[in-house]
């Protein structure tokens, strides 16, 4: 059994489209959700789904390793970043080396980095008239948005895309995408239980 954790800051569309896509998979399961933010509507969609979840604060997840301990007791392979906004400290980088995966709402190495995140991609996309956008899924290393590089898919820009519409595209994108490579990486890779 592949144990996974899903670390998630908001809406948790993502988090929770993952959760449906491996409902029935007698080989990934999702053990846990946790969220930095108690009022993050991903953990209303936790409870909804019968996951377990659990919340931290900043001086916990910086300056304890109370996080990892709660990975290690329910034996978590793999974290999945959908929409979490912290920088990953390097204890966690350590522990799970290309064994955190992030989601970016972008055509990486544009538009990420620092405060680049959500609706701020989009705007930025729109706003440097780009003529394509979409997804980039890669490891993650202890920067942001800057570990390799596992899969990208693009969608084009047209002269009457707004900021919203190019959002919704991109969700389009990852909703299609992320559960199904998250699925090729974990039967994929060879994983040592920690
Ligand atoms: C997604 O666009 C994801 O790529 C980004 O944050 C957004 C999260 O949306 N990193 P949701 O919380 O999954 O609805």
Do not use: C
Not at 16 to 44: G, P, R, T
Not at 80 to 101: H, M, Q, S
Request: aromatic content about 12%; hydrophobic content about 40%; glycine content about 6%.
């Amino acid at each position: 059994m592949i144990k996974l954790a899903i670390f998630a800051s908001g809406n948790g569309s993502n988090a929770q489209n993952i959760v449906e896509y491996f409902k029935n998979n007698n080989e990934i399961n999702i053990e846990a959700i946790l969220s930095n933010k108690i009022d993050a509507y991903v953990l209303e969609r936790a409870k909804n789904l019968d996951i377990p979840s659990f919340t931290f604060n900043r001086n916990e997840f910086y300056n304890s390793e109370s996080v990892l301990d709660i990975l290690k007791e329910k034996e978590i392979d793999f974290i999945v970043l959908a929409g979490f906004l912290w920088l990953i400290p390097d204890y966690l980088t350590r522990y799970y080396p290309n064994k955190i995966i992030n989601i970016h709402p972008a055509l990486l190495p544009k538009f990420g980095g620092k405060g680049m995140y959500g609706d701020h991609v989009h705007h930025a996309v729109y706003n440097h008239k780009e003529k394509e956008t979409g997804i980039t899924i890669h490891y993650v290393n202890e920067r942001y948005d800057e570990g390799e590089i596992i899969f990208q898919a693009k969608t084009g820009i047209n002269a009457d895309d707004t900021p919203d519409t190019i959002a919704k595209k991109v969700h389009a994108l990852e909703y299609k995408h992320f559960p199904r490579i998250l699925e090729k990486i974990f039967l994929g890779q060879k994983f040592n239980k920690h």
